[in-house]
């Protein structure tokens, strides 16, 4: 059989995908896409681009591609799963963007404290970039 290529990524659900714990200091630590509760908003796609490219920081910029213009067209339910993938392949990947989409995904979605990890690992892995500081703009919005 021949294998998918990250272009044909459906988003039909096929698994549950859960949202990570709180990101902790550094990438090589964090917590990855299974390691907290599942929510239903967020499914994997029916194929892994990571078993069709090796590398998978390119299989994460791949992702990051497909979902962002999902995001734009306001499709956030869609682009969830595919910004979690990445984000699962390579936590900073485009500078924390994968990171920041994922909880912006979620703050969109009304449910700020699924957001709330990714902002703060923006702001603590990406200080000093205007990313950590879109990423604590967020934050105030969500509140305590």
């Known amino acids: 059989t021949t294998a998918a290529t990250p272009t044909t990524l459906t988003t039909a659900p096929t698994t549950s995908v859960t949202a990570p714990a709180m990101p902790t200091t550094t990438a090589s630590t964090l917590p990855t896409a299974t390691s ?10 029916a194929t892994s681009p990571s078993a069709t490219i090796d ?3 390119k299989a994460a910029l791949a992702l990051r591609h497909q979902a962002q213009p999902l995001f734009e067209a306001g499709e956030y339910t869609a682009a969830l799963p595919l ?10 990947s485009y500078g924390g963007g ?15 404290e699924m957001a709330r990890p ?22 105030r919005e969500i509140g305590d």
Request: aromatic share 16%; glycine share 4%; net charge neutral.
């Open 118 to 139: 990714y902002f703060e690992y923006v702001v603590k892995e990406f200080n000093g970039r205007d990313i950590a500081s879109s990423a604590a703009s967020r934050l």
């Open 55 to 57: 590398d998978p920081r």
């Open 36 to 45: 907290a509760e599942p929510t239903p908003l967020a499914t994997k796609p």
């Open 83 to 92: 910004y979690l993938q990445a984000y699962e392949l390579d936590p900073r």
């Open 98 to 112: 994968v990171a920041y989409y994922v909880g912006r995904c979620y703050q969109l979605l009304v449910q700020p």
